[in-house]
C-alpha cells in the first residue's frame, strides 16, 4: 500500500512540475490521460464533422472511388498544423489514434459497411526508419479499435524513396509519387474493397498513385478516409 501511494505522489509532482501538453496548443491538460485541452477538444472534435464530399469533387476524373470521407477542414479549425506536428516529429502516437477513433465513430457504422480491409498508405522503409513509425498506420489502428476491420501493411509498398510533398504544386506532387507504389500481393486484393487511409488530403496526388497503382494491377474497390483535408 505505502509502495502504491509513493508511486501515485511520484507521478503527481512530475505531472505538476512537468505537464502533459495539448497537442494542439501547447497548452498543459488537465487530466494526463487527455490527449487535448478541453477547449481545442470542443473546437477540433465536438464542432467537426466529417466530409464526404471535397475529396470525392477533388478525384473525380482522375480515378474511380467508393466512399470518401475526412475530418478536420485545415482552413477552417485552428490548431491543425500543430496536431499534425505533434503527431508527426513530436511521437504523440495517442493522439493519432484518439482523432481517428473520434472520426470512425462520427462515421457510423454505415460508412465501413462493406469494406474488407483498412491499407495504411505506407512509407518507404528509410523513412520509416528515420521516423520510426508510419502516421498512417496509427490512424488505421484508430479506425479498427472502432470498427474492428483487418488492416492489412503488407500488400501495398512504398518502392521509391520520395521528397516531400512540401511546397510542390499539384503536377510536381504527381510526378515525384505516380511511380513510389507497388501491390506486393494481388490476390489478398482480389475483388476486395478496401480502405486507404493517409493523414492529409492536400492535391490527392498520393491517394491517387495509390489507388491507381491497386486497380491496374488488380480489379477492386477502393475507398479514403484521412484525418485532415488541406
Request: net charge positive; aromatic share 6%; glycine share 4%.
Amino acid at each position: 500500500m505505502k509502495e502504491i501511494i509513493a508511486i501515485m505522489l511520484i507521478h503527481n509532482i512530475l505531472n505538476l512540475f512537468f505537464p502533459k501538453i495539448c497537442g494542439a496548443c501547447s497548452r498543459p491538460v488537465i487530466n494526463p490521460k487527455d490527449e487535448l485541452c478541453l477547449k481545442c477538444e470542443i473546437h477540433l472534435i465536438y464542432e467537426s464533422h466529417p466530409n464526404t464530399r471535397k475529396i470525392q469533387k477533388a478525384l473525380r476524373g482522375r480515378v474511380k472511388v467508393e466512399k470518401v470521407a475526412f475530418f478536420i477542414d485545415f482552413t477552417k479549425k485552428e490548431g491543425i498544423q500543430q496536431i499534425l506536428h505533434s503527431i508527426k516529429y513530436q511521437n504523440q502516437k495517442k493522439l493519432a489514434l484518439f482523432l481517428a477513433e473520434q472520426l470512425a465513430i462520427k462515421l457510423g457504422d454505415g460508412f465501413f459497411q462493406g469494406i474488407n480491409s483498412i491499407i495504411p498508405v505506407p512509407l518507404h522503409p528509410k523513412r520509416l526508419k528515420i521516423r520510426g513509425f508510419n502516421q498512417s498506420n496509427l490512424i488505421a489502428k484508430g479506425l479498427q479499435n472502432i470498427r474492428s476491420i483487418p488492416i492489412d501493411s503488407n500488400s501495398l509498398q512504398r518502392v521509391e524513396f520520395t521528397e516531400s510533398q512540401t511546397n510542390k504544386n499539384r503536377l510536381e506532387r504527381w510526378d515525384n509519387v505516380n511511380t513510389a507504389f507497388e501491390v506486393i500481393n494481388n490476390e489478398a486484393l482480389k475483388g476486395k474493397h478496401i480502405l486507404l487511409v493517409d493523414d492529409v488530403f492536400t492535391t490527392g496526388a498520393t491517394l491517387e498513385a495509390c489507388i491507381k497503382t491497386i486497380q491496374n494491377k488488380v480489379d477492386c474497390k477502393c475507398s479514403v478516409i484521412t484525418l485532415v483535408k488541406a
